[in-house]
């Protein structure tokens, strides 16, 4: 009997996610961690600068790059 490897490949898009909430987009450019709160995310970019903001992850869509929150 032959095993057979099956490998995924997905395509990703190049470039940084957006972080959508209603009609608002914003880059998430030098954002390094994003940590989940109960109605809140909290945003630590690569300098260490932490912003939070209200809301909670409802997708996260790899294939076009983008978080949305509700």
Same mark, same amino acid.
């Given at each position: 009997?032959?095993?057979?490897?099956?490998? %995924?490949? /997905?395509?990703?898009?190049? +470039?940084?996610?957006?972080?959508?909430? @209603?009609?608002? !987009?914003?880059?998430?450019?030098?954002?390094?961690?994003?940590?989940?709160?109960?109605?809140? %995310?909290? /945003?630590?970019?690569?300098? +260490?600068?932490?912003?939070?903001?209200? @809301?909670?992850? !409802?997708?996260?869509?790899?294939?076009?790059?983008?978080?949305?929150?509700?």
């Amino acid at each position: 009997m032959h095993s057979f490897r099956r490998k %995924l490949f /997905m395509c990703f898009n190049d +470039g940084s996610f957006l972080l959508v909430q @209603g009609d608002n !987009e914003s880059s998430l450019d030098n954002i390094a961690t994003i940590i989940p709160g109960k109605n809140s %995310l909290k /945003m630590i970019d690569i300098y +260490g600068k932490k912003n939070e903001i209200t @809301g909670t992850i !409802e997708e996260i869509d790899f294939l076009n790059n983008r978080i949305v929150l509700s």
